[in-house]
Antibody
Framework: EVQLVESGGGLVQPGGSLRLSCAASGFTFTNYSMKWVRQAPGKGLEWLSYISSSSRTIYYADSVKGRFTISRDNAKNSLYLQMNSLRAEDTAVYYC??????WGQGTLVTVSS | DVVMTQSPLSLPVTLGQPASISCRSSQSLVHSDGNTYLNWFQQRPGQSPRRLIYKVSNRDAGVPDRFSGSGSGTEFTLKISRVEAEDVGVYYCMQGTLWPYTFGQGTKLEIK
């Protein structure tokens, strides 16, 4: 069974940093590209970042380019999102996703003073 | 970026009646590989999104056959043949043809 479990969310002050993790299991992680998606409270869904299976290809949405960094550790079956210079508008539930079929349960990031 | 526009944004439906959601993209979603990467998602309250339909008209495993997708190019439709109580939630179309992938605004389906 495919499982994606996000962690690392929490309360952080504006300008602060946070690192999200996504632990993958139930499939051959090295074979799949992975993505991060977020959803602000009461709002719609927004694709944030894409990383290919080899990490050779990476994309970011303009809203996070230069502030967020996606990475993966295929040996640990893990996906990461380093988030710097956080803003109030980054407050959201952050999901990791494989393809667009499998999603984690999400981790809440709240940016507030 | 490709803009995805859904209508209606609110959809009250009587149990057992059909429902239809329209999704329009600002440019063609036909990929250079010939596929059209238009997906439909359901998000029930408090849950993660669940993919229902991929590449316009293919139902994912476990999705009831009352859900169907159709369309081409820039115009797409999700239909529910007979709405059930468990269908309440927000429905999103999403294009995966061009990065950044983009979602529609969402259509909130409720029981009348």
């Amino acid at each position: 069974e495919v499982q994606l479990v996000e962690s690392g969310g929490g309360l952080v002050q504006p300008g602060g940093s946070l690192r999200l993790s996504c632990a993958a299991s139930g499939f051959t992680f090295t074979n799949y590209s992975m993505k991060w998606v977020r959803q602000a409270p009461g709002k719609g869904l927004e694709w944030l970042s894409y990383i290919s299976s080899s990490s050779r290809t990476i994309y970011y949405a303009d809203s996070v380019k230069g502030r967020f960094t996606i990475s993966r550790d295929n040996a640990k079956n893990s996906l990461y999102l380093q988030m710097n210079s956080l803003r109030a508008e980054d407050t959201a539930v952050y999901y990791c996703a494989r393809d667009s079929l499998y999603w984690g349960q999400g981790t809440l990031v709240t940016v507030s003073s | 970026d490709v803009v995805m526009t859904q209508s209606p944004l609110s959809l009250p439906v009587t149990l057992g009646q059909p429902a239809s959601i329209s999704c329009r993209s600002s440019q063609s979603l036909v990929h250079s590989d010939g596929n059209t990467y238009l997906n439909w998602f359901q998000q029930r309250p408090g849950q993660s999104p669940r993919r229902l339909i991929y590449k316009v008209s293919n139902r994912d495993a476990g999705v009831p056959d009352r859900f169907s997708g159709s369309g081409s190019g820039t115009e797409f439709t999700l239909k529910i043949s007979r709405v059930e109580a468990e269908d309440v939630g927000v429905y999103y179309c999403m294009q995966g043809t061009l990065w950044p992938y983009t979602f529609g605004q969402g259509t909130k389906l409720e029981i009348k």
